[in-house]
């Protein structure tokens, strides 16, 4: 009994327990800088901000602050859909300003950050009851013209923007997604993909019913397949190509690999697996770089299959806009989506202890990605941005 006395004594007034409230200490007594940033999300189907979750854990990790006393509240302080109790909804983007008030909002902004436009549905929104329906048809979503008369004017300041996949897919029109093509100097090919630990329908119940509809109504032999693997769509003629575990590829989970650029400059790994969504975009190399690209581990039947519809087996995951033209970012992933804790964002230094938060062994774990390659990435981009707006605007930016 007195030796379990003694060690919870030992344990209560252990040097380790004091680490944790240190790192709390220095992170709270940080000083703030008020960061301006236009956040738009239009896919957040959650109140705990699913698609932006990640931007709002380094806005706080940094200290970067809506106001002198206001952190950024990752339910309130963004343009989109906002989800609400008992199916309710509201809409607030900036389809809903006037030119004038536009360009007052890239006067205040520091930056703008475009993590989803692919939006909600009703079939994915309502919740039907046996015998009800609730048809079908989008709610809110697509790249509109006011978020892309924002994007020129950010460009045309010189103020920088990043955008992630889904911000020009499916439902932007062909029209606005051209221009914003034009505006930043790529192109998307029309694919987007995903890594799926099972294909087996029998199996995984999550995978999506269109797709395998789609599938079956464009190959002669039907959807058949029992592994892992990646499944590409195209969204003009809703074609589906899917390259299976060991037919196909030799590793069935897609990576991204960054070389000098990204290592040294960005601190990302040289090889990261990406187990999510993401998109196939060529740049223009007179106006961006290529900092990271996926890489899918195809054998040669897999290499033949995705030649026989012009899939390129590298493209790019992460540009950058060459040095004199406006900073500009675009990541071809869901990068802003993973699964951390908001809590941890409160100490500072907790990237040490990064290795406690995942479970690398996990093929579908997203966790390391946040840890190991966005967090490292957006904190280099957001201190680059740093450098060139010392003076912060003094007007906060509100989305009521």
């Known amino acids: 009994m007195a030796k379990i006395l003694k060690s919870k004594i030992f344990w209560f007034f252990s040097p380790i327990w004091l680490i944790p409230l240190v790192m709390f200490i220095l992170w709270f007594f940080a000083p703030k800088i008020v960061w301006n940033v236009v956040i738009i999300d239009k896919s957040s189907s959650s109140k705990d901000g699913n698609e932006h979750i990640s931007l709002f854990w380094l806005l706080n990790q940094k200290r970067l602050t809506k106001t002198s006393s206001d952190f950024y509240k990752i339910d309130h302080d963004y343009f989109g859909f906002f989800p609400k109790d008992n199916e309710q909804f509201k809409i607030k983007g900036l389809e809903r300003f006037s030119s004038n008030q536009l360009k007052q909002l890239s006067e205040d902004a520091v930056m703008t950050y475009f993590t989803d436009t692919y939006g909600i549905y009703k079939q994915e929104w309502y919740h039907k009851s046996v015998g009800e329906t609730v048809g079908f048809g989008m709610l809110y979503g697509g790249l509109s013209k006011q978020d892309l008369e924002f994007l020129q004017l950010m460009k045309n300041k010189k103020k920088l923007v990043v955008a992630e996949f889904n911000t020009i897919g499916s439902p932007t029109t062909k029209e606005n997604r051209e221009k914003f093509e034009s505006m930043f100097g790529m192109r998307w090919s029309g694919w987007t993909a995903r890594f799926f630990d099972n294909l087996d329908t029998t199996v995984n119940l999550e995978l999506p019913p269109w797709m395998i509809k789609n599938y079956n109504s464009t190959h002669s032999i039907k959807w058949n397949f029992k592994k892992s693997g990646i499944a590409f769509v195209h969204e003009e003629n809703g074609q589906v190509v899917v390259l299976e ?90 990068f802003c989506d993973n699964p951390v804790q908001m809590n941890l964002s409160y100490f500072k230094g907790i990237d040490a202890f990064k290795f406690l938060f995942y479970n690398d062994n996990n093929p579908m774990e997203r966790r390391s990605f946040f840890w190991e390659f966005y967090r490292p990435l957006m904190n280099q981009i957001l201190d680059d941005a740093s450098l060139l707006n010392v003076k912060s605007s003094v007007n906060s930016i509100s989305t009521d």
């Open 245 to 334: 575990d060991q037919n196909h590829l030799n590793n069935p989970i897609p990576f991204i690999e960054s070389g000098e650029l990204g290592q040294i400059k960005y601190g990302l790994p040289q090889e990261m697996k990406y187990p999510f969504w993401f998109d196939v975009i060529v740049p223009d190399t007179h106006m961006n770089e290529v900092v990271s690209q996926f890489v899918l581990k195809t054998n040669a039947l897999g290499l033949a299959e995705l030649k026989k519809y012009g899939i390129p087996r590298t493209f790019p995951a992460v540009i950058k806009a060459k040095s004199g033209f406006a900073p500009f970012y675009y990541f071809s992933g869901d």
